[in-house]
Nanobody, 123 residues
Framework: QLVESGGGSVQPGGSLRLSCEIS????????VGWFRRAPGKEREGVSC????????YYSDSVKGRFTISRDNAKRTVYLEMNSVNPGDTAVYYC??????????????????WGQGTQVTVSS
């Protein structure tokens, strides 16, 4: 139901855009988040966006560099990654969280997950 794409290799300082295509969910009631897991590290919540108003949240590690957006008509959520550095190397996952409230919270248990896409930042 969630399929990520857009991962790959990029040089430090470069940009990459990840996409998360979502099917079979009523997007008016699902917050969508991006998470990442680097080798040997715990999973980290990166960013999320609320279902209707598009309220956004970013972790301190990506604030000012990454931008999350959603296009409900295309059923797709994007993560624009700018000024990347080797610390951004990870498998990136998108996930959907059912919520009646128009909010997002990376600390909640998300209901549906994609398979992940690898992002490697290296010179």
């Amino acid at each position: 139901q969630l399929v990520e794409s857009g991962g790959g290799s990029v040089q430090p300082g470069g940009s990459l855009r990840l996409s998360c295509e979502i099917s079979r969910l009523n997007l008016d009631y699902f917050a969508v988040g991006w998470f990442r897991r680097a080798p040997g590290k715990e999973r980290e919540g990166v960013s999320c966006i609320s279902p209707r108003s598009g309220m956004k949240y970013y972790s301190d590690s990506v604030k000012g560099r990454f931008t999350i957006s959603r296009d409900n008509a295309k059923r797709t959520v994007y993560l624009e990654m700018n000024s990347v550095n080797p610390g951004d190397t990870a498998v990136y996952y998108c996930a959907a969280d059912y919520t009646d409230a128009d909010d997002c919270d990376l600390e909640r248990e998300f209901d549906y997950w994609g398979q992940g896409t690898q992002v490697t930042v290296s010179s």
